[in-house]
């Protein structure tokens, strides 16, 4: 062999993402406030904790300086790589954000939509060096023979390019997206397609949220790639993790977000709490807030006898918002909650409950008061709120679910399943939950938790640590 054991680093397992654990604020004063990470990918890998004695490479995110936030952080497992801003926003913003999740989650809207010309090749390029920034981390902080695990769209030349820079590795990929069919994962140039998937077959294995997801990665790699070559495919249904959301769920700051939201939300004319419907998202083009919008506008409009008896409980908390389309869709979802309110809104009920400040307590005061949860995204990986909804209810929840989401394949059978694209389907389901007597309720949730916890997050990782190094 040509390596040179001398120059090897220490750690025998390594996790690396785009987004870490925390991100950081600069404040006036030149110090750090720390903040965790949103999505699937922080709420499956926090589980981990430091303890498990994993080193996370991830990207310093800050919205100050970058260096700072590398050099200054003390995180213990963690190790955060000052990529150049520039370099950050094509790969992040352009490529990972704009492209790849776009096609993945076939967001285009094809007669404008994609457009690959001049700029999005600078992105590509800069896609690339933010890709072998984490290659030539992991490749120096790797010990011989360690097991590397590489997370999401964000990272799909690393396992390539490691591979080349260290051959003794076991290196794993997982991705917390769908998988685009061919026929749409090929509107992406040629080279840009093979390079994604010859990069992803540099792992020894790869990871999805389910089975429909590998199999479409498979067809493209087949179709496309010549195959999959030595490369295994695994599916790792991520579950929630129900001992810490119910123990941090019982914190006395949800019990005050509690409080405060049945005043906001106020009573029905009978005296009793006013039914609610909850929704709890990042402002995410895929997770169909707008069509969720007008599909309580339906109810409201088919079923005059809610009419001050519910209140639609909507969390969107903004995201990517240094993309345009991902502002105008935040404006949009502010522009349709406002319109139903003023339409059907009295002195006495306001319709829709819209909150677009991110606040984990108050996700979770939302979670128990819940008497439907709306998980009705358009194209999700797994979506954990369908799965953490019936854990954290406090009386049982009926679960109103997208079969487009990966959480389908495993929760179909209890809850109320919704092409999401049928606002009329959807809008008889929000009536079907809302008439769910609460004993089937309360049943339905506790076989809903069983699914959702089936896999949780640490066993998740083990499960995929194990079969690498197997
Ligand atoms: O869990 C899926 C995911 O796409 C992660 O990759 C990502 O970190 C998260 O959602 C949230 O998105 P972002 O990191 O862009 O805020």
Known sequence: STHVTSAR??????????????????????????????????????????????????SALSDGDREAVARGVGEDGVRMLPIPAEVHADAYNGVANSVLWFVHHMLYQTPLEP???????????????????????????AAEGAAVLVQDYHLTLVPGLLRKLRPD?????FSHTPWAPVDYFRMLPDRVATEVLEGMLGADRLGFLTRRWADAFTACATKLAGGLGGTQVGVHGLGADAEFLRARSHEPDVEERIEALRAEIGPAPSGEPRRTIVRVDRTELSKNIVRGLLAYRQLLADHPEWHERVAHVAFAYPSRQDLAVYRDYTAEVQRVADGINAEYGTPTWTPVVLHVKDDFA?????YRIADVALVNPVRDGMNLVAKEVPIVSDEGCALVLSREAGAHEELAEDALVVNPYDILDTAQALHTALLMPQPERAERSKRLSAAATALPPKQWFLDQLNALTA
């Open 362 to 366: 108050r996700s979770l005061a939302a």
């Open 169 to 173: 590795l076991r290196i794993g990929h």
């Open 9 to 58: 680093g220490a750690a025998q397992v390594l996790v690396a993402s785009n987004r870490g654990p925390v991100s950081y604020a600069v404040q006036e004063d030149g110090s750090l406030r720390a903040k965790r990470g949103g999505g699937g990918l922080v709420s499956g890998l926090s589980a981990i904790g430091p303890d498990a004695g994993a080193l996370w490479v991830c």
């Open 115 to 141: 457009v690959f010309d001049a700029g999005f090749w600078r992105q590509w390029e800069n896609y690339g060096r933010y890709n072998r920034a984490f290659a030539e981390a992991l490749a120096d902080e």
